[in-house]
Antibody, heavy 124, light 107 residues
């Protein structure tokens, strides 16, 4: 069955970096992408970006572009999301999700399976 | 960026009620609209794609409609297990923003 298992809780100081992993199984990794979505405490969902598992092409929300890097390791079917120069408002649960693309492999469609979430707390 | 506005933000209804949640896009997005359900403490779950395609395994009481800028998620007969927050999300162009959510509770 399709599974996405994320790395554990992180506590970081302002200005530091965090790298969240998303280990996938149960499907062909390169036939899909990975999305990253975050949710601040008590708030709604915020789309951060997505990366195509086949060609590595990524798209980011402008809000985090320049601070975030999404990568994949096809040998281990794992995705990574690194966020730099952390601020207190980056405190959130970070989710990875399997991203479905259209037949061209460029146009994102939806996220059909989700990881369990990783809590990242930024505090001094 | 395309803004997605859901209404209402909070909804209280009785078991068996017909429930409707609306989502309005700030510009035409064709049918590039998904709906997700998030229960407390859980990750979101995909319910509907392309405005009206109900995902396999989702109960038939859930349906979606709309095109262009105005979309609707309907629960035909509310069940206790439907208590959750519902989000719409467009996938027309980056960023693929979500609505602010509609929290559904049992009256």
């Amino acid at each position: 069955q399709v599974q996405l298992v994320q790395s554990g809780v992180e506590v970081k100081e302002p200005g530091a970096s965090v790298k969240v992993s998303c280990k996938t199984s149960g499907y062909s990794f390169t036939n899909y992408g990975l999305s990253w979505v975050r949710q601040a405490p008590g708030q709604g969902l915020e789309w951060m970006g997505c990366i195509n598992g086949h060609n590595g092409h990524s798209k980011y929300a402008q809000k985090i572009q320049g601070r975030a890097a999404m990568t994949t390791d096809t040998s281990t079917s794992t995705g990574y999301m690194e966020l730099r120069s952390l601020r207190s408002d980056d405190t959130a649960i970070y989710y990875c999700a399997r991203a479905r693309y259209d037949v061209s492999g460029y146009f994102y469609l939806y996220d059909d399976y989700w990881g369990q979430g990783t809590l990242v707390t930024v505090s001094s | 960026d395309i803004q997605m506005t859901q209404s209402p933000s909070f909804l209280s209804a009785s078991v068996g009620d017909r429930v409707t949640i609306t989502c309005q896009a700030s510009q035409d997005i064709d049918n590039y609209l998904n709906w997700y359900q998030q229960k407390p403490g859980n990750a979101p779950k995909l319910l509907i794609t392309d405005a009206s395609n109900v995902e396999t395994g989702v109960p038939s009481r859930f349906s979606g409609s709309g095109y262009g800028t105005d979309f609707t998620l309907t629960i035909s007969s509310l069940q206790p297990e439907d208590i959750a927050t519902y989000y719409c999300q467009h996938h027309d162009n980056v960023p693929y923003t979500f609505g602010q959510g509609t929290k559904l509770e049992i009256k």
